[in-house]
């Protein structure tokens, strides 16, 4: 029987079948590592894009509300109890945010998921940037050793600036999906 087998092996019957069955095991495994890398993208891309949204509805929300203190419909204590509120529902919404944060246009901290941060001076180099450039902008980084994406957008009207906001968001499930 082996000696049958290697004679059948060693035949160009034989080795065309290897070398054909090798070729399409290395194209298969191949094209699914690609496949499944651009689905891991597509996924991780989409997640991002839900982030752009979230961040971008919340940032008109907190503007209109600036607009409404500049307009003196609302005072300094009204403005702040309004984002305190805000954050808190926004988190209960979605367990992904990690936390939530409003500046001021100087770098204040007005309101924070954390209220040990109420009042103290942002030092998100991201945010900052924001600040001066009036664009949102978008990193991963790391929050209590979890994977976040974190999110800036400015609080303003054309050239018109009132701060920005700062929203963390986990990564945490989707890179297990991705893994899975």
């Given at each position: ?86 954050i808190v529902n926004l ?90």
């Amino acid at each position: 029987m082996m000696e049958r087998l290697r004679k059948w092996m060693f035949s160009l019957q034989g080795k065309f079948i290897l070398v054909a069955s090798f070729c399409i095991f290395v194209f298969t495994l191949t094209g699914s590592l690609i496949i499944i890398s651009r689905e891991g993208k597509l996924y991780r891309q989409d997640f991002i894009n839900q982030a752009k949204v979230l961040s971008e509805i919340s940032r008109l929300m907190l503007t209109n509300v600036m607009v409404y203190n500049d307009l003196g419909m609302m005072d300094k204590q009204d403005v702040i109890d309004y984002f305190d509120y805000y954050i808190v529902n926004l988190m209960e919404q979605d367990k992904r945010i990690k936390y939530v944060a409003v500046i001021d246009d100087k770098g204040n901290i007005l309101a924070h998921s954390n209220i040990a941060e109420f009042g103290h001076f942002c030092k998100d180099e991201h945010t900052i940037k924001t600040l001066s450039t009036l664009s949102t902008t978008i990193v991963e980084s790391r929050f209590k050793n979890e994977p976040v994406i974190n999110i800036a957008a400015p609080l303003n009207i054309s050239t018109k600036n009132w701060g920005a906001l700062r929203i963390g968001l986990s990564t945490k499930e989707i890179q297990e999906s991705i893994n899975s």
